[in-house]
């Protein structure tokens, strides 16, 4: 990992607060909360470039995605994890839109229901939030738990995914 190219990034302003879309030249490799320490997801320092073909993706995208005309992502990923977080990780892309699952019925959808504390794990280290769609797992209760960009910004993608409007912030 280490001796493969500079990362890069761009912000990008969003209803949920600035966003930073962090890529390789293989793929988007993380998504960082406004005021969040990237260095939880353990990556090098990027450099900033508004213009790569990549973040410009992303963004139009992501606003898509704000703007309730997107329901899905096609931006190609680079997972940066271990075998067992990149397995959760690409678990969740297959939870539909509008859709939540909970710890237990993720972990048993990755076949070992006693794995629910692992899949947690594997979710607080989620890099690409939003688009690895890590705010549909919630508690056994259905509650609202364990969410990188706060548990407000979590509800707000939820109630995005039910049909509510987000404010225009672009």
Not at 117 to 143: D, E, Y
């Amino acid at each position: 990992m280490e001796d493969q190219k500079q990362l890069i990034y761009k912000d990008i302003p969003s209803p949920v607060g600035m966003i930073r879309a962090i890529s390789s030249d293989i793929g988007l490799v993380a998504i960082i909360w406004e005021g969040e320490d990237y260095k939880r997801t353990k990556l090098s320092e990027p450099v900033r470039d508004d213009e790569h073909p990549l973040l410009l993706q992303t963004e139009t995208q992501l606003k898509e995605y704000f703007e309730n005309k997107r329901t899905t992502f096609d931006i190609p990923l680079d997972f940066r994890g271990t075998e067992f977080q990149v397995k959760v990780w690409e678990a969740l892309l297959k939870i539909p839109y509008g859709i939540t699952k909970t710890y237990g019925e993720l972990a048993k959808l990755l076949g070992d229901i006693k794995a629910v504390r692992a899949v947690g794990g594997a979710l607080n280290k989620n890099p690409v939030s939003i688009i690895v769609p890590c705010h549909r797992v919630v508690g056994a209760s259905g509650k609202l738990v364990g969410f990188a960009g706060g548990l407000e910004n979590k509800s707000i993608l939820l109630d995005l995914e039910q049909g509510f409007t987000m404010p225009k912030l672009f």
